[in-house]
């Protein structure tokens, strides 16, 4: 609902801009800082009030995440000795997954000057890459596979010093 709430505001803002130059964004995201700087007024309040609104809702929905995974982490300590060990390898791929989802995000909007291909690898790396991420951390914690994924490293080494 928040996020309803965020962008049907952000949204009526752009709405009303007036827009005169190139229609072309150099970017995989059609996203609202980049469609701002296309307006041919002075934006300066409304890419501040964007980059601030949108940065405290990321940075927010992150810390209250990371909280929440601390909170978890301490009760199952408290409660179980033998399952901690075990929750605290699941958290810690949950956590990773969420820090590199939303570090490029809270990058990408408390940065204050894009730079086009900085703004493309992050996009690759936010649309590809992290959710990519979590199937292979789940298939490292399968024992079969990190039997496989070792048997296949050492015959790369082998391959490697062969070559």
Request: overall charge positive; aromatic content about 14%.
């Amino acid at each position: 609902m928040i996020g309803l709430i965020h962008s049907v505001i952000q949204l009526a803002f752009v709405v009303k801009l007036p827009f005169c130059g190139p229609n072309v964004l150099d970017s995989f995201y059609c996203d609202l800082p980049q469609l701002i700087e296309l307006a041919c007024t002075d934006t300066y309040r409304l890419e501040f009030m964007v980059t601030a609104n949108s940065g405290f809702i990321s940075v927010g929905s992150f810390f209250i995440l990371i909280i929440s995974y601390i909170v978890i982490i301490v009760t199952v300590q408290k409660h179980s000795s033998a399952g901690s060990s075990k929750a605290v390898y699941t958290l810690s791929a949950h956590i990773t997954v969420v820090v590199l989802f939303f570090g490029p995000l809270i990058f990408f909007y408390m940065w204050p000057s894009s730079s086009t291909h900085l703004d493309k690898f992050l996009a690759i790396f936010d649309g590809v890459l992290t959710p990519f991420l979590n199937p292979v951390i789940y298939t490292f914690r399968n024992q079969d596979m990190k039997v496989a994924m070792w048997r296949v490293c050492r015959q790369l080494v082998r391959y490697m010093k062969i070559s």
